[in-house]
């Protein structure tokens, strides 16, 4: 993953050919530069009304276009051919772009990006002079709210995405389309998040298929017939540590599915409720407890794309390596409580602390690792205090 910087260009310039770098003289364009440089990203390139995609050292002559005064139509031409050339020199899915551009520069190019962070959105010029002129030793609560805004983004990205068929809840391909099809085996996707405790993911995510594998069906109508010491029986060689916990906590979740939900789990979210509901619904089932119920409502809300009237109740779902990455990121001290990371959370996603749960996930599983963290591919490596890049240095730019 690179991390690419684009600025916008602007209408000041010299009057004779210089490279693009010095050809602007704007305070605006001067001071994006500056900040740019300071980041240390792996690139800096500027998007030119005229010439589209530029480098810093390509010389150029003076010349008077400017994307404001062009057509809808022509500038959404023009912001097919810098994607085309932007594709050319950078990965548009995997490397992260920060955009100290217009919105009229960027609007064409932000759909085809999977990852960036746009730090002066909403920003009239002077505001946005006033934080390009930010000191390079910024507070450390501004790092932080800078750092907590490129999660909430890339939480923001997976939220808005189109729901994945077949997220991987385990290694087993038929074990994850079981308890991804809630539309025909919603009480596979419960009986899932009850058996996810002290164990590995999945392995928990697992137990639904096992029990299927068991009986040769999992039509509720099949799983209800089966007593206490049936699901016991088959729960012995699931692989699970805790077979037994799981098996009566199983058996009594199918018995409340039965009596409350009349056999169809999926009644525990349909109809857009709250997300405090969901929760609560989540927590009458036996065993289930606060960090399982809001896990189990992020995932139905983010990745399979249930809708409800709000996420305000969805907290992150504290594990290690959420908490890993909060506090090698500095938004928690070392040896923070479980309730300081979710209301640490709350504080930097109000209106959907569990947005921050993915991303956090994902750094701390893919790079973030307990030992030997590979920084230089790590989506924070740019703004992270605890970064061992060698190319790079803790900023709070984006």
Sequence with gaps: MRHIV???CVSKKRATAKPAGELYISPLFKKSLDYARHMKPDEILVLSAKHGLLQLDTVIDPYELTLNKMSARDVREWGNWVLSQLGEVADLQHDHFTFLASEKYRK?????????SVPMEG??????????????NATSKNVEENIGDRLVEQGRVLFQSERIEDNLFTHDPDANALVNDIEHFPHAYVLACLADFQVKA???????????HQLGSFD???????????II????????????????????????IEGEYAGDASLIWTGSPSSAEVVYRFLEFEGMGPKIATMATNILARELKIPMSDYYSIDISVDRHI?????????????????QIIFRARSLSPGFPGLLDFPC?????????PENPDCPDCLMRDCCPSSKSQDTEPCPDN
């Design 202 to 212: 999945e392995v928990a995510w697992g137990v639904p298929y096992h029990l299927k």
């Design 323 to 339: 908490r890993r990455v909060f506090q090698r990121l500095g938004l928690v001290p070392d040896g923070a409580t479980s309730e």
């Design 220 to 230: 509720f109508s099949v799983l209800s017939r089966q007593s206490e010491s049936d």
């Design 123 to 136: 920003l009239t010029i002077g505001r946005q002079l006033q934080f390009l002129s930010q000191p390079i």
């Design 361 to 369: 996930f994902e750094i701390g599983r893919k790079w973030c690792r």
């Design 6 to 8: 684009l600025i916008s």
């Design 108 to 116: 064409h190019l932000l759909p085809h990006i999977t990852t960036f």
């Design 233 to 256: 029986h088959m729960m012995q060689d699931s692989g699970h540590r805790f077979w037994r916990v799981v098996a009566q906590r199983s058996f009594r979740a199918i018995r409340r």
